[in-house]
């Protein structure tokens, strides 16, 4: 960690970067809060361990618009994120001074069964532990690091960053998981069992749309969801309808866009797998228009954005995973 | 001071549910919140803290104020009809009661809110006393008492017995008519478990929170901090903490078009969201740190400004644990605490 805030100071201090985005030092280990930091002096608060889950690729969408140029911390799969911004022109590569931080998994406190959790130990960067030391109001307890990983750790994209100006730490590519395998046993449910699944899980939505503002992918100005002239219930479940119109049109937007990050459903108050959708259609795209992951290329033309006379014919889109599952 | 086996809680339930809807914490879907009772409901009394606060019970997310019809060219308009039946809450923690306390400052001053004030009037409170406080707890600072919740009836859970105490005249109804599933019980049990929990609340990290310079005195002295400017930028504008948070009362009045008419309904609104009282001119607050400092300025300077000093935080600690950028009001607190 001390290597980061080093060459951050080095970066602020021969006016190379004008401020740095990180995260900052928390109440606790578990939660440190994304962060502009505009000085070296500020830097003091700067972490960098295995809470530090937030994707900070969107919050250079804000940075673009700033004077000078915003260096920032970049984890590998952070950074599919940040080259489908460029692609999008939604970020400026040019203002953006890129360190690919090493990650070696990042966990979430969520998945930490134990009430009171005071502190955590081998939750650090470089130095993690595969078992973690739990300190709680009630007692001690341990958990293994993999267990307490985000979900989309288990699907882990690799150790290479897509973009970035240097890299500081070392990754490690903590999959250990098929990425498909929930989206496969979900298309192998009668509709039946489909619907009650979906309907469980999306019942519990509050509409408080922390799944799109995380998103990347959703970097729309005003989004439909927010127009006053817009006839929907907008910021309610007034219907059982709207509550999955929200989720559904969100993943249509998203597809063939959304690099897998996982931000929608680490963020999610309620827990819900909405990382399942945007699995579903990457599943499809893959099986209907050859393997593609978004995120890796900023020139490469996307499968839903280009016309070949290959592509498949309408009718067989329409039956999506049915037919290609 | 009456007893009950946790084992024989179902039947409470069902007898309770025989005459009225019953709402109590249920885990579905992996998560718990507060529902209405079904035989096949899942009850959790042991999760400390609903993912929501149970206000909705009171102050639904969505709820018709009216409908509109039109047919053969006449217009019909019909008044959505208020709560007229009784109805419990079960397992209410102490911050989420006073929650209600506050939301009762808001709807039930003049002009007194009708549908909401049903809702009062025909719901009784079964609180229950907290039994592992969490890391994110800090209820005591506004001077509740989570070993002690208010309430009509107050219920604490020793080892395989709810002890149960009847406190307001609903209260009493409710336990007469549930009187034979009780037998009666020992009133220092309850003393044991109270101090116990007392002692678990004061090792809390937030135990000693200080509130100082927040208050009515706080709208002119830290309206114009640059700690604002500070303070916001890791806000998504999501409004997670809003609809967790158990005295969050804004609403919105829209129209749904029904095709045939128009339902006006209201729902819940967040300050943090972009359309937060856009009105005709288009003045809103234009900012997201100006969001952002209304909704903190509004629980801990005008709120106490216009209500005699009563915050608008219980404490709960819900946002603390659900922000997705970590942010929350424990930390707002302190970073004006530096400051001073």
Wanted: overall charge negative.
């Amino acid at each position: 960690m001390q290597e980061l805030i080093t060459r951050a100071k080095a970066l602020l201090e021969s006016g190379e970067v004008q401020r740095v985005l990180g995260w900052k030092q928390g109440e606790h280990i578990y939660d440190p809060e994304p962060a502009f930091f505009d000085s070296a002096e500020a830097l003091k608060d700067f972490v960098y361990n295995g809470f530090c889950g937030a994707n900070l690729s969107k919050y250079m969408i804000e940075a673009a618009k700033l004077e000078g140029k915003t260096l920032v911390f970049l984890k590998p799969c952070d950074s599919y994120s940040f080259v489908q911004l460029m692609k999008e022109h939604r970020v400026d590569r040019e203002k953006a001074h890129i360190i690919g931080v090493g990650c070696k998994g990042k966990l979430s406190v969520n998945k930490i069964d134990a009430d009171g959790i005071l502190d955590i130990q081998g939750a650090g960067y470089p130095d993690c532990a595969d078992t973690l030391t739990v300190d709680t109001l009630y007692g001690q307890t341990t958990v293994s690091y993999k267990d307490a990983m985000l979900e989309r750790c288990h699907v882990c994209k690799g150790k290479e960053h897509m973009v970035c100006d240097e890299q500081i730490g070392e990754s490690a590519d903590t999959a250990d998981s098929d990425r498909f395998a929930q989206v496969a046993a979900i298309e192998a449910m009668s509709p039946e069992e489909k619907f009650a699944f979906f309907q469980s899980e999306l019942s519990k939505c509050i509409r408080c749309n922390a799944c799109r503002n995380v998103c990347p992918a959703c970097s729309c100005r005003k989004c439909v969801f927010d127009s006053t002239k817009f006839d929907s219930t907008q910021k309610a479940n007034t219907t059982s309808f709207e509550e999955k119109m929200f989720h559904i049109i969100r993943a249509f937007h998203v597809a063939g866009r959304c690099t897998d990050c996982g931000e929608c459903s680490r963020v999610c108050p309620q827990g819900i797998p909405l990382h399942l959708f945007n699995r579903k259609f990457i599943k499809d795209i893959n099986s209907l228009y050859g393997e593609y992951q978004a995120g890796v290329d900023a020139q490469a033309k996307a499968p839903l954005t280009s016309f070949t006379q290959e592509d498949a014919e309408p009718s067989i889109v329409a039956e999506g995973g049915l037919t290609h599952a | 001071m009456l007893k009950i086996k946790t084992a024989d809680l179902p039947a409470l339930y069902e007898r309770i549910a025989q005459s009225q809807d019953l709402f109590l914490p249920v885990r579905s879907a992996g998560q718990t919140d507060f529902a209405l009772w079904q035989k096949d409901a899942q009850v959790d009394l042991d999760t400390l803290k609903t993912v929501k606060s149970p206000k909705d019970v009171f102050f639904p997310q969505s709820e018709t104020l009216y409908s509109c019809h039109r047919e053969d060219g006449k217009l019909s308009v019909t008044p959505e009809e208020l709560c007229d039946k009784p109805f419990v809450v079960f397992g209410m923690k102490a911050c989420d009661v006073q929650g209600i306390a506050v939301l009762d400052k808001v709807f039930l001053s003049e002009p007194v809110d009708s549908y909401y004030a049903a809702r009062r009037t025909h719901g009784t409170i079964v609180a229950l006393a907290c039994g592992r406080p969490e890391t994110s707890c800090f209820c005591t600072v506004f001077g509740i008492d989570p070993a002690a919740p208010e309430g009509d009836v107050v219920t604490w859970m020793v080892d395989q017995w709810l002890y149960w105490d009847a406190k307001t005249d609903k209260g009493f109804a409710l336990t007469d008519f549930l009187h034979d599933l009780f037998e009666p019980a020992d009133e220092s049990t309850v003393e044991q478990v109270k101090t116990a929990i007392r002692a678990i609340v004061k090792k809390l990290p937030y135990a000693d929170l200080s509130l100082e310079g927040w208050g009515a005195q706080a709208a002119d002295t830290r309206f114009d901090s640059p700690i604002w400017e500070q303070l916001y930028k890791p806000c998504l504008a999501c409004g997670t903490c809003t609809f967790v948070c158990p005295t969050c009362q804004c609403y919105d009045i829209k129209d749904y078009d029904t095709g045939s008419g128009v339902q006006r309904y209201r729902c819940w609104d967040s300050c943090m969201y972009s359309d937060f009282t856009m009105m005709a001119h288009g003045n809103n607050r234009t900012s997201q740190m100006q969001r952002f400092r209304q909704r903190f300025m509004h629980k801990l300077a005008y709120f106490p400004a216009n209500n005699d000093g009563v915050f608008s935080c219980v404490g709960c600690g819900r946002c603390v644990d659900k922000c997705p950028s970590h942010l929350n009001i424990v930390k707002v607190i302190k970073a004006f605490g530096k400051e001073d």
